[in-house]
């Protein structure tokens, strides 16, 4: 039962350096996608951690009841949705700082 928690915990904090990773390679593409396909970059998002825990699934315990499993599943995609949130909502956070504090410097310069 000690090796399910470490690999547990262990996919949790391998799901937030994905996403880290992620927000990243969103950040060096920006141009690229940026107004056009929002949608595209949700959807990779929400691919990355439905791959992960689609991994963990392989580990799970094999003596679930169907509602037991059910249960399961959906504790796995929120709590890997809570890990891979924290960095994009991070770097979402950081460019709309950067968009108001290019807004008050433009301002400044006309006043």
Sequence with gaps: MEAF???LTSTYH???????VYALFLQITRK?????YTWATVVGGVALVGLVVRWRYTQAPRDFTDEALLNWAWWEWTWHFCAACIPI???QSWQDRKKIMHALGYRRTIV
């Design 5 to 7: 928690y470490h690999a």
């Design 14 to 20: 391998a799901m937030f350096w994905i996403s880290v």
């Design 32 to 36: 690229s996608w940026e107004r056009r």
């Design 89 to 91: 909502i991070a770097w």
